[in-house]
């Protein structure tokens, strides 16, 4: 074997070397890179950033959101079932499509098959920058001798590039509440959809396949990778070392090859034996020396091509699940039958019909230790969209029909119910009303003049809400809602839950979701950190979330009991909706302490700003106050003060971040109060920050930048709006306009409003009430509005009634106030 060719086949423990090796050799082979893309002939491929994409591993979801339950999926295509030593059944299937929208959803079940727990885990990577595709397709379940649970599966730009990538996870006690898996590593190219085989010389075959040339798609993909045409075949490769490497053996090219889809069965002789998928029928080849060397393919039976399975059992006989009887070729994927040999694949007798509808396809399956065959396969998986389960003893197919009294057959493992229920999320009623909309009381509010009267009460007409979620004690808190619309389209509403109050270190970050543009909402699931739920990070909350370039940015912070106890600021990361977060890092200098973060803005440059507001805290000459209960106000007000605001900013797409500014709201070092800054780019590239003042005359203040954020003044100004000292946010819009949410009220967080301003926020001639007063009575509080602007000309925020309810708003905008940036 060429050198050259030997980087690809044994598995480095250094990723990162190992995809570096990957890089040298396709650079010292027939390719060219010329402005960032890769030439072959007259072709232009994407550039190798691009390409390269599958060689990074993608994101294990071992806690995944209820978009990828059953009731949200719409395709279910099988890919393996496996059993572990203690009995857990696990099982994997495709959803997405089988296309370059597939991704790898895993579920199991803890009573023999009966019922299925799903989603348990799943793999479904980004798409790069560009928009090609990035999927994962093929793959299998496999437990070794050691006990220990394999998955494999295959990673691929678009639906093929002519490489792909053989992964795989493992997972040492898949029996625990909670299993813990590996990280992904790279084995080879190609990809591998069957079970590998333990032959007698202890040695682990595994089958591989590298697709041919004319599966390779889409269309600017066609000309890739092709110093990998040698190895366009069923290949396999052998772990002498229970899989920590891999090694590459031999091959066979098959006439006709169909994605291959090879299995080896170690004849009794020693003979290998491979049967694989053909356009003619299931076809066979031979090996007398491990592998190494491969005899012609021949026809081996007639079969449609497509998936087969085939395995030895206990007993010494094979079993063979297909489409028909082994002399036939039907036309479609229909009759999935089970047949027995027991002279080495020679003869096939007995012949149990597991099911015979149509659409029935893709077996796979092993043998438990009390001798029962459990086989899973799919059923229409665009239509019916069903992952099935048959049950049955080998006397059930020697008799071609039940005799066992425990077979089972057609049970379902999981059946996708997306767009076929009448609420796309389950747990919640549909369309729940938060507050009636009385348009002419709201529209007609003091302040509006005008024209914008007018445009006041049209708009308020096509105003919607519904409540996302409602706290139930001894956990109803909701505070610092966040609503934000994900790079998918759907939906995320972020907020501070857990406890009764806040702080607290019993708080955390929820998140629910809506598919529906806010009709219905799933239930409420934590944002996994990764940092502890006790100690000095017992308690969390998200003060931003930034979506831009089709990833997610989340600020939070952490404390041990209150906001004045061992508060840090972090950042974290999700390539994909969220489902999955990065490792999180402080925030840089200062700021890494006692730091609030809010709501970015993308300037026109194309830098991203975002406002903090930092506590420089007491003096060293001030006493602490002494140890207190619960609720702690007195630490809270003794370290969080002396406020400075300002703004990080990043030119590298938040990669880095550079602090600007120090703005205090007054001399006081002992002032306390909660900044909760919000910043907006004017046309002129002026950047104003509002700010809110506690017990500072009721009214916001505001900073304002005439250098891209850069400098700042040392203290803020009182402005005209009232406030009676909480969170207020402010948007972008066309024609100079800026948007914002806010209780224009000095005393009380109530009426909930929306003011609109076409100078610079000098003047605000477009006002209205959207909440009146909490559905508590005119005691409660409406609370900290955040949300976004949508291309159909809505502010689409949430805020939280009187601390226990989340509640969505839909406002519409005043027509020529539509946001040419919007999400």
């Known amino acids: 074997m060429p050198r050259s060719r030997a980087l690809y086949i044994v598995v480095s423990e250094n990723l990162k070397e190992f995809t570096r090796c990957l890089s040298l050799l396709f650079l010292g082979g027939v390719c060219c890179f010329l402005g960032g893309q890769v030439t072959l002939g007259a072709e232009t491929l994407p550039g190798r950033e691009i390409l ?20 949200q999926l719409d395709y279910s295509m099988t890919i393996g079932i496996e059993r572990t030593s203690k ?35 799943v793999i479904d990577p980004p798409e790069a920058p560009t928009g090609l595709k990035r999927r994962i397709l093929v793959g299998n379940l496999w437990t070794d001798p050691t006990g220990r649970l394999w998955l494999f599966f295959d990673q691929s730009m678009g639906y093929f590039d002519g490489r792909a990538g053989n992964w795989a996870i493992t997972c040492d006690d898949p029996d625990a509440a909670s299993p813990v898996w590996s990280a992904p590593r790279r084995i080879w190219d190609g990809c591998t959809l069957n079970k590998p085989t333990v032959l007698k010389s202890g040695e682990w075959m595994l089958p591989v396949s590298l697709w041919d040339r004319g599966k390779i798609g889409p269309a600017e993909l066609k000309t890739a990778a092709p110093e990998l045409d040698p190895y366009r075949k069923a290949n396999v490769l052998v772990s002498q070392d229970q899989g920590k490497t891999w090694n590459y053996r031999g091959g066979v090219a098959f006439p006709g090859p169909q994605f291959d889809e090879h299995m080896i069965i170690e004849r009794k002789d020693g003979t290998l034996w491979m049967l694989a998928r053909t356009t003619e029928g299931m076809f066979e080849s031979l090996s007398q020396d491990q592998g190494k060397t491969w005899s012609q ?21 094979l079993l063979l699940v297909r489409h028909g009887q082994v002399d036939e070729r039907t036309k479609h994927r229909t009759r999935l039958m089970a047949f027995l040999s027991h002279d080495e694949g020679q003869t096939w007798g007995g012949g149990l019909m597991l099911d015979d509808r149509g659409g029935v396809s893709y077996p796979d399956g092993f043998q438990a230790p009390d001798g029962r065959i459990y086989i899973s396969y799919d059923r229409e998986r665009a239509k019916e969209r069903e992952v099935q389960l048959a049950v049955f003893r080998e006397e059930d197919v020697a008799a071609g029909k039940i005799v066992s009294h425990d077979a089972r057959l057609q049970g379902v493992i999981t059946k996708a119910m997306g767009g076929l229920l009448e609420s796309k999320l389950p747990g919640v009623k549909k369309d729940p009303v938060a507050q009636p909309i009385d348009v002419k009381l709201l529209a007609m509010v003091e302040g509006s003049q005008g024209r914008w009267k007018d445009k006041a009460l049209q708009n308020a007409e096509f105003d919607r809400t519904t409540i996302a979620y409602d706290g139930i004690t001894p956990n109803k ?133 975002v406002p903090f507001q930092h506590y420089e805290g007491p003096g060293p000459d001030v006493p602490p106050p002494p140890a207190e209960d619960r609720p702690w106000h007195k630490a809270l ?20 971040w550079t602090e600007y500014g120090n703005i205090r709201l007054t001399t006081d070092d002992r002032y306390h109060g909660w900044a909760e800054n919000n910043i907006v780019e004017l046309d002129d590239g002026t950047i104003k920050m509002i700010i809110r003042g506690d017990r500072l005359g009721g009214v916001l203040y505001m900073a304002e930048s005439i250098d891209g954020g850069k400098t700042w003044p040392n203290f803020a100004q009182k402005t005209e709006i009232p406030n009676p000292g909480s969170k207020a946010t402010i948007y972008k819009l066309r024609d100079n306009g800026v948007a914002m949410l806010h209780n224009p009220n000095s005393s009380h967080r109530s009426p909930l409003s929306l003011w609109v301003s076409y100078d610079g926020m000098k003047t605000w001639p477009y006002r209205r009430v959207l909440v ?40 519409k905008l005043p027509q020529l106030a539509i946001d040419e940036n919007s999400p």
């Open 477 to 609: 808190l909701v505070c610092d809602t966040t609503l934000r619309q994900l790079p998918d389209k759907s939906w995320a509403l972020y907020l501070l839950a857990g406890d009764d109050i806040e702080p607290s270190p019993g708080n955390y970050i929820g998140v629910v979701k809506s598919l529906d543009q806010g009709k219905t909402w799933s239930a409420i699931q934590e944002v996994p950190t990764g940092l502890p739920r006790s100690g000095l990070t017992s308690g969390q909350g998200a003060t931003e979330v930034m979506v831009h370039r089709g990833k997610l940015t989340m600020f939070f912070s952490t404390h041990s009991e209150t906001w004045g106890r061992n508060w840090q600021s972090w950042i974290m990361t999700s390539p994909n909706q969220g489902r999955a977060w990065s490792k999180p890092r402080l925030l840089p200098g200062r700021l890494g302490q006692f730091t609030f973060i809010r709501n970015h803005i993308v300037t026109k440059d194309g830098r991203i700003m």
């Open 87 to 121: 009995g857990r059944l696990w099982a994997a299937w495709v959803a997405g499509g089988d296309s370059e929208k597939g991704f790898f959803v895993l579920g199991l079940s803890d009573d023999d098959g009966q019922t299925w727990k799903s989603p348990q885990l």
């Open 772 to 811: 009146k007063e909490s559905s508590d009575g005119s005691q409660g509080r409406l609370n900290y509005p955040d949300g976004f602007v949508s291309e159909d000309g809505y502010l689409h925020f949430a805020y939280d009634d009187n601390r226990h309810r989340a509640v969505y708003y839909g406002a």
């Open 637 to 656: 007000r003794h370290y969080v003060s002396n406020p400075r605001n300002g703004v990080l900013i990043s030119s590298d797409q938040g990669e880095t």
């Open 52 to 71: 390269d994409l599958s060689l990074v591993p993608p994101v294990i979801q071992t806690h995944p959101g209820p978009e990828y339950s059953p009731e």
């Open 297 to 317: 393919p021949e026809m081996a039976m007639p079969h449609i091509p497509t998936r087969f399975h085939i395995r030895r059992l206990a007993s010494g006989s």
